[in-house]
């Protein structure tokens, strides 16, 4: 069984310790546990920081192999605390467990596990304690991007042919809705790959993007539960296995947006592809797109994290002939509805459409998918649009 | 040339911006440096710290993958300000660049260098940032034992039969004496290896036992110097290269040290031997020991470091038949002067003795070699004795 343990669930000695006696039970119990670990928490912002103060926005080999020390680290503590438990535990870097990627420094893809090694340490008797987050590109380190210890765990668990991957984190279970902002959420018992990789891209920190579609993509189950309690959380499946599906599973935001409109678009062959390309290029991820053309000309939307807004402001003065032709809209948010029962229930466009209009909140961009929509709309409207479409469809806590 | 780069001379990134500005003069001045990087200042303390919570006196891979990450940290951090500034830099850790050792952990010892990877890599016009301390063991990461970075950089200055190996360090030299405890000491320019030797195992901290005794076998001169001062610092040379060799080069101390006397010895054929065997099976070090007999029995007397007291006196306390055959001797000193010179001028031991009983010091233990005389004194005489020492020996800076 793989386990992985996020980095709040490592965060200090007495948590680190706690998983410990955690893994003792596990194993008392006659399970073969793998671990594998994320750095503790803090560490790797820590690491970022001084990294940004020496050289920003550099992303190489040195880049990579400072941010990979963060695991090194809680693999060998916790390691540490399973020795001193009477567990012969085995702490395993990329390169010594044959992780192996492509050459993207700092958003690299694993491409194969060294399964033979794994499987015979966890034969001896030993158990194996993996650094998340890390591989190996010839002998060089390479780092997943964020949440890429997700990635790791499925990857691990994929390798050997496991049917689940248990994933530890400091929430009970994946929620109907943020529980900071919506009163009332209820605790997901199952999703299903697709729902859980529409609400990971549409805002959803709890699982990383990359580690549920390799889940999907090898049918691994992936169990979502804190590591501070014992009860299970949310399971992650194929949806064959979701027997009854709510029409809409959760509401989810993404409160950091921000939104670029530009009228009228400089004439020439192609020169959407060239400004999208140039955004690429500046790393800026361009979420919603919208395109309409009349009379007056061709007009174009889309949203961004906000985060990204100076860089793109930057780079649109200098690739637009006037400033006139940009608005820029600050202070957005996205809220979304996700859900695979929406493929056999029409009308939640409607029923979504209906809540922001009797709020009164502001439509700016629109996006839809098979099993989600999503708008764009201000910031200070969200927490009401966010309680309006929870109560909707009916996912409050009774 | 290796240049070695300390914790504190890396200790910020202040300090590693300036450790990349002056390397970049090195290089258009057309040397070709190789770098050995400590961790920064107060992180191996502070890894150590965590894993004596989590699991004290365990010392074996996880603890050597934990204090490896320092290490991991600074190249990777400098290999960075060096890209910033146009120079391409290759961060190295010690699997990638072959360092093999022996499988003790947390005290390995270099047993070889991939001296072909090394230049391989400097002739590609790269600049090699090496992590000291660490070594690889099969596939596993070991460490060198404290100031093994230093060993690092000898290791690599003889597998390349460099002449020169550098050494930047927060003092700009070796000093006659401590310049905390006695007033008006010198730099010393020169010193030959054995001197060095002398002084490190006698509680000079300016650098590592093993370092220079492996420059001595391969001939590899160290050039000691501050990396925050361009001035020349001292020089640790072949004996025949030191012209001049003052009668005494150094007083040196260790304040952290504690006598035990024992008497009467138990009975027993090899008893000394057995106890011994027990002191070192928990790791403490014997430093002085002295043993005598007369008719009422055997007397056995011998020092250590302080700090390992309350482990020492527990194993006595079982291996003794009554605690009144032990007496202990806290706060005490170990006072030395060093010096080839010594060889070939006869009478020191006599100065040596005539300074302390002049000022009324009374001496516990006694020990001397070809080239050092030590004494085990309070530590509230030490001051006293120290300075006295230094003056009688024409050490003073004029």
């Known amino acids: 069984m793989v386990k992985k343990f996020g980095g709040t669930s490592l965060g200090s000695v007495e948590r680190i310790n706690a998983v410990a006696d955690r893994v003792l039970e596990d194993i008392q119990q006659g399970q073969k546990p793998i671990l594998v670990c994320s750095a503790m928490s803090g560490e790797t912002n820590r690491l970022v920081a001084l990294a940004q103060e020496i050289y920003p926005y550099y992303y190489d080999k040195a880049y990579d192999m400072l941010l990979a020390s963060g695991e090194q680290v809680s693999i060998s503590l916790l390691s540490m605390a399973l020795e001193r438990r009477g567990i012969s535990a085995r702490p395993l870097l990329a390169y010594q467990l044959g992780i192996k990627t492509d050459a993207i420094y ?22 194996p304690v993996v650094a998340g987050f890390q591989g190996v590109s010839g002998s060089e380190i390479t ?53 859980m990789m529409e609400m990971a891209s549409l805002g959803s920190k709890v699982l990383h993007y990359r580690s549920v579609e390799l889940a999907a993509k090898f049918g691994v189950k992936i169990h979502l539960r804190s590591s501070f309690e014992k009860r299970e ?18 509401v989810t935001h993404e409160a950091n ?22 955004l690429a290029e500046k790393g800026i991820v361009v979420d919603i797109i919208t395109q309409s053309q009349n009379e007056e000309g ?26 006139n032709q940009m608005t820029i809209l600050k202070n957005m948010a996205k809220i979304s509805t996700v859900g695979v029962g929406m493929k056999n229930h029409p009308g939640v466009a409607a029923r979504f459409f209906k809540v922001l209009n009797d709020l ?27 309680n309006g479409l929870h109560k909707e469809f009916d996912l409050e806590n009774e």
Do not use: M, W
């Not at 959380?233 to 959760?250: D, H, R």
């Not at 961004?304 to 930057?314: K, S």
């Open 298 to 323: 061709q007009r174009l939307a889309f949203s961004i994290l906000e985060n990204d807004l100076p860089a793109t402001e930057a780079l649109l003065s200098t690739f637009l002939e006037s400033k």
């Open 143 to 195: 780092t997943l991007g964020r949440g890429g210890s997700d990635t790791t765990a499925v990857a691990l668990a994929a390798s050997i042919n496991a049917d689940f991957c248990e994933i530890y984190t400091d929430v009970p279970a994946v929620c109907t809705a943020d529980p900071r902002l919506v009163k009332n959420v209820s605790e997901i018992p199952k999703l299903c790959f697709e729902e």
């Open 106 to 127: 700092s958003k690299a893809r694993i491409e194969s596990v060294d399964k033979e090694k794994l499987l015979s340490i966890v034969n001896k008797g030993e158990v």
């Open 233 to 250: 959380g949310t399971l992650i499946v194929p949806e064959g296995e979701v027997l009854e599906n709510p029409v809409v599973s959760s």
């Open 360 to 386: 009164s909140v502001p439509i700016h961009l629109v996006t839809t998918s098979e099993i989600k929509i999503s708008a764009v709309i201000d910031t200070k409207n969200l927490e009401a649009s966010a």
């Open 257 to 278: 947006t921000a939104v670029v409109k530009i009228f009228p678009i400089p004439d020439g062959q192609g020169i959407l592809g060239q400004l999208f390309a140039l």
